[in-house]
């Protein structure tokens, strides 16, 4: 007699389903045909066709009842469809991907890079407006010219003079030169400023070439020019002209200059001329006590004795220096001129008076006196030398 279980009819019919099952399986490994051993590429395409594979052993799953209103579902492809799929079309997008993503990176890049010059010229054009507004609107040329002559003449020392008689060499001197040294003397004494574009006192100042104009009209010179240039052309025509290429005025250059002369520099200035003089004055001698090379005119910084002086002025003469932080002189000293006094000499000096012959003198009668009369020479006209 069997067991217990055997008897059981359900343990039984499960035993039965499990041993079919069991010679099911076995039957169909048997029928499979043995794999090939694949290479890796194989391995690599057939991946998706192993999952398909799985999925068709897998017991199929349970879907949902469709109600009539949702579409039809769609067919299961076969497995060799899916197999195809995934081989062909993960390698061309993985490339197509690359091959559009470069190109979009540079459009992005490119106008980064327009945007940052665009901010760098706003920057730049802000920058040049800013430097640009004080040049864009300068002051009228005649106030500054008055603002700058009212704070240069505030930081000066006052105007300079000395007496004629404090030069060593007034007392040899003709009465032309003389009389042109006085005048521009008097006109240090009037407390005259450096205003430029002047060439009478009445305006209260002149400039270097106005007061050397003004100084030679008064002298009976009628047909001087009015600015450094033209007095420079002037005065190498019709004077006597001394080029000085020294720079020390002790030098052997120097030592035929005496009072009266006109000194001309270039440089003090920018300035468009032909020749390009832009300073003139006039040479007053040597100072006693201080034994200094003098000369009188107008400058807007000259110095005398150490101190700045703005103005009509007595000056000391002094070669052109470099400014501090300068290692050449900007301005230069051309020379000395000796003006042509001769014509103005005749036109000033007056025509001196003849002496008149005295009167026979009435004698008494029988006087012993002589018959004849005694007669005076007649005074000769002095003429002066010029210089």
Same mark, same amino acid.
């Given at each position: 007699?069997?067991?217990?279980p055997f008897?059981?009819?359900?343990?039984?019919?499960?035993?039965?389903? %499990?041993?079919?099952?069991?010679?099911? =399986?076995a039957q169909?490994?048997?029928?499979?045909p043995?794999k090939?051993?694949?290479?890796?590429?194989?391995?690599?395409? =057939?991946?998706?066709?192993?999952? #398909?594979?799985?999925?068709?052993?897998?017991?199929?799953k349970? /879907?949902?009842a469709?109600?009539?209103?949702?579409a039809?579902p769609?067919?299961?492809?076969?497995?060799?469809?899916?197999?195809?799929?995934?081989?062909a079309?993960?390698?061309?997008?993985?490339?197509a991907?690359? !091959?559009?993503?470069?190109?979009?990176k540079?459009?992005?890049?490119?106008k980064?890079?327009?945007? =940052?010059?665009?901010?760098?010229?706003? #920057?730049?054009?802000?920058?040049?407006?800013?430097?640009?507004?004080?040049?864009?609107?300068?002051?009228p040329?005649t106030?500054? /010219?008055?603002?700058r002559?009212?704070a240069?003449? !505030?930081?000066?020392?006052?105007?300079?003079?000395?007496?004629?008689?404090?030069i060593?060499?007034?007392?040899g001197?003709?009465?032309s030169?003389?009389?042109?040294?006085?005048?521009?003397?008097?006109?240090?004494?009037?407390?005259?400023?450096?205003?430029?574009?002047?060439?009478?006192?009445?305006?209260?100042g002149?400039?270097?070439?106005?007061?050397?104009?003004?100084?030679?009209?008064?002298?009976?010179?009628?047909?001087?020019?009015?600015? !450094?240039?033209?007095?420079?052309?002037?005065?190498?025509k019709?004077?006597?002209?001394?080029?000085?290429?020294?720079k020390?005025?002790?030098?052997?250059?120097? =030592?035929? %200059?005496?009072?009266?002369?006109?000194?001309f520099?270039?440089?003090?200035? &920018?300035?468009?001329?032909?020749?390009?003089?832009t300073?003139?004055?006039?040479?007053?001698?040597?100072?006693?006590?201080?034994?200094?090379? %003098?000369?009188?005119?107008?400058?807007?910084?000259?110095?005398?004795?150490?101190? *700045?002086?703005?103005?009509? *002025?007595v000056?000391?003469f002094?070669?052109?220096?470099p400014?501090?932080?300068?290692?050449?002189?900007?301005?230069?000293?051309?020379?000395?001129?000796?003006?042509?006094?001769?014509?103005a000499?005749?036109?000033?000096?007056?025509?001196?008076?003849t002496?008149?012959?005295?009167?026979?003198?009435?004698?008494?009668?029988? *006087?012993?006196a002589?018959?004849?009369?005694?007669q005076?020479?007649?005074a000769?006209? *002095?003429v002066? &030398? &010029?210089?």
């Open positions: 007699m069997p067991p217990a008897r059981n009819p359900v343990f039984l019919r499960l035993l039965i389903a %499990i041993l079919f099952a069991a010679t099911a =399986s169909e490994t048997s029928e499979r043995k090939k051993k694949r290479t890796t590429s194989e391995t690599t395409e =057939s991946k998706p066709s192993k999952k #398909a594979a799985d999925e068709e052993d897998a017991p199929p349970k /879907k949902p469709a109600s009539e209103g949702d039809e769609s067919k299961k492809k076969p497995a060799a469809a899916s197999e195809e799929e995934p081989a079309t993960p390698k061309p997008r993985k490339k991907t690359v !091959a559009s993503a470069e190109p979009e540079e459009p992005v890049k490119k980064q890079v327009e945007e =940052s010059n665009a901010d760098a010229d706003e #920057a730049d054009a802000a920058s040049a407006k800013l430097h640009k507004k004080p040049a864009s609107a300068p002051a040329e106030p500054s /010219k008055e603002a002559s009212a240069g003449k !505030a930081a000066s020392a006052p105007n300079a003079s000395v007496e004629p008689d404090q060593v060499e007034y007392a001197l003709s009465g030169i003389r009389t042109l040294i006085d005048a521009a003397l008097a006109l240090t004494k009037q407390n005259l400023t450096y205003t430029y574009g002047s060439a009478d006192p009445a305006n209260g002149m400039d270097c070439s106005g007061t050397i104009y003004y100084l030679l009209r008064q002298a009976g010179f009628k047909d001087v020019p009015r600015d !450094a240039s033209g007095l420079y052309s002037w005065a190498r019709e004077g006597k002209f001394f080029a000085v290429i020294s020390k005025a002790d030098g052997f250059e120097f =030592s035929d %200059i005496k009072p009266g002369d006109l000194l520099w270039n440089g003090t200035y &920018s300035i468009d001329r032909d020749p390009p003089v300073h003139v004055m006039i040479y007053l001698g040597t100072e006693k006590g201080r034994n200094k090379r %003098i000369m009188a005119g107008a400058s807007d910084g000259r110095t005398y004795d150490g101190k *700045s002086r703005w103005g009509v *002025s000056f000391d002094v070669m052109p220096r400014r501090p932080g300068e290692t050449m002189a900007k301005a230069d000293f051309l020379g000395y001129a000796r003006i042509p006094l001769q014509g000499e005749k036109a000033a000096e007056p025509e001196p008076a002496a008149a012959e005295p009167k026979e003198e009435e004698k008494p009668a029988g *006087s012993s002589s018959k004849g009369h005694s005076r020479p007649k000769k006209r *002095s002066k &030398s &010029s210089d």
